[in-house]
Each structure stands twice: as structure tokens, then as C-alpha cells.
């Protein structure tokens, strides 16, 4: 069974750099993965960031990034503000019609 | 704008059905392939159905394969999940989502179901 990993927590400070991943068991991801990115906040549904790759959904600021890095999906969050502190979800289409998505990262802004 | 508005959530008793619906508005439904995901409480988001913009296929992650079956019926711009031989596992709240570049570009608000005795 594939598995899709992210990181369970991070924490950036205020104005930080953070970058999420998304990894599979299988081996590297890549764009024919069509990696996406959804915020979520506890209560709520979820928000999609992020399509293919690094494209960024309608309203999205631009302090989200979307990249491939080391074999692995990332969003990269530059200039962390507080309304970031969320989970974070990404997803991966394995082919033939499945999705995967990871764990989800909870992101601290302190 | 786009809308999903999910319904039929309750509480049901292990081993029971319980049928969901999506009714979406503000958009060509008949153009676009449709989701089912879920959350357990506390717990991360889960693919539960896929279905083709025209109902032509469907697919599910093994642990809900034939238990559940997602269909919809285009000319009311409807989405459903059935829902069969339920267990305390499946409690979750269920959204339904738009496909489009393999994204699930918009979601509902969710419907909530419980299997408890």
C-alpha cells in the first residue's frame, strides 16, 4: 500500500521561511504526480492552495510557493505571517484514477 | 460562484447504509469529475470515491471497495455515495470536492457521519 508522508508538525517564527513535503513510499514524486496543497483550519473545509506543482489556486498570496525538491513535493511559505498557522494536506495521483493524500502538517507560527 | 452542499449525514448502527448527496451549483457539473473525501475526527483527510465528469467510472481506495459506491445523475447536477455494511471506522465527516487538473479545486462544507450502536 502507497503511503504518502509529511511532516507532522513544523514551526517558523514570525516573517520565517518553512517548507512542507510530501514524500512517497513508493519512490520520488514528480509532476505526473500532479501534486496539490490544501490549508486547512480545524472546523472548517478544506482550502486548496496549490495545483500542479506549483500553481497557485485564485486569492492565494504569493508568499506560498509550490516546487519539486529532492525527489519530494514541497510549499515553501516565505514571510510567514499568523493567519498561516493551519494543517497543511498534499495529495498525489498515483495513476488510474487514485489519490493518495499525506498525513497532514500542523504548522505553528511562534 | 461554485457551490457544493453536501447532505444525509446522521448516526447509524454498525452494519448499517447510509446514502450522501452533493448538490452543486455554478458550474458545468456534467463537465467535471467529482470526489468524495473524508475526515475522521481529529484525524487527517482520507480519498474515499472518484467518479468521471459522465459517470463512466468509478474508483475507491481499498478501504471502502464494495462498501461503497459513488454515482451521480448529471441532469440534477447531483453526486451521491452509498453507503453499506458501515463500521465504527467510517465516522467521519464526508466532503465532496470538484476535480479539475487532477485538483480538487472546490469543496463542500461536509456532512457528518457516525456509526454507533
Known amino acids: 500500500q502507497t503511503v504518502v508522508t509529511q511532516e507532522s508538525s513544523l514551526s517558523v517564527s514570525p516573517g520565517g521561511t518553512i517548507t512542507l513535503t510530501c514524500a512517497l513510499s513508493?519512490?520520488?514524486?514528480?509532476?505526473?504526480?500532479?501534486p496539490s496543497w490544501y490549508q486547512q483550519t480545524p472546523g472548517q473545509s478544506p482550502r486548496t492552495l496549490m495545483s500542479?506543482?506549483?500553481i497557485r489556486s485564485s486569492g492565494v498570496p504569493d508568499r506560498f510557493s509550490g516546487s519539486i525538491l529532492e525527489n519530494k513535493a514541497a510549499l515553501t511559505i516565505t514571510g510567514a505571517q499568523a493567519d498561516d498557522e493551519d494543517i497543511y494536506y498534499c495529495?498525489?495521483?498515483?495513476?488510474?484514477?487514485?489519490?493518495?493524500f499525506g498525513g497532514g502538517t500542523k504548522v505553528t507560527v511562534l | 460562484q461554485v457551490q457544493l452542499v453536501e447532505s444525509g449525514g446522521g448516526v447509524v448502527q454498525p452494519g448499517g447504509s447510509l446514502r450522501l448527496s452533493c448538490e452543486t451549483s455554478?458550474?458545468?457539473?456534467?463537465?467535471?469529475?467529482m470526489h468524495w473525501v473524508r475526515q475522521a475526527p481529529g484525524k487527517g483527510l482520507e480519498w474515499v470515491a472518484f467518479?468521471?465528469?459522465?459517470?463512466?467510472?468509478?474508483y475507491y481506495p481499498d478501504s471502502v471497495k464494495g462498501r461503497f459506491t459513488v454515482s451521480r445523475d448529471n441532469s440534477k447536477k447531483t453526486l451521491f455515495l452509498q453507503m453499506s455494511s458501515l463500521r465504527a471506522g467510517d465516522t467521519a465527516m464526508y466532503f465532496c470536492?470538484?476535480?479539475?487538473?487532477?485538483?480538487?479545486?472546490?469543496w463542500g462544507q461536509g456532512t457528518l457521519v457516525t456509526v454507533s450502536s
Open positions: 470536492a470538484r476535480i479539475a487538473d487532477n485538483t480538487f479545486d472546490f
Open positions: 455554478g458550474f458545468k457539473f456534467s463537465d467535471y469529475g
Open positions: 467518479i468521471r465528469f459522465d459517470g463512466s467510472n468509478q
Open positions: 513508493s519512490g520520488s514524486v514528480s509532476t505526473g504526480h500532479w
Open positions: 500542479r506543482t506549483n
Open positions: 495529495v498525489l495521483y498515483l495513476g488510474s484514477g487514485i489519490w493518495v
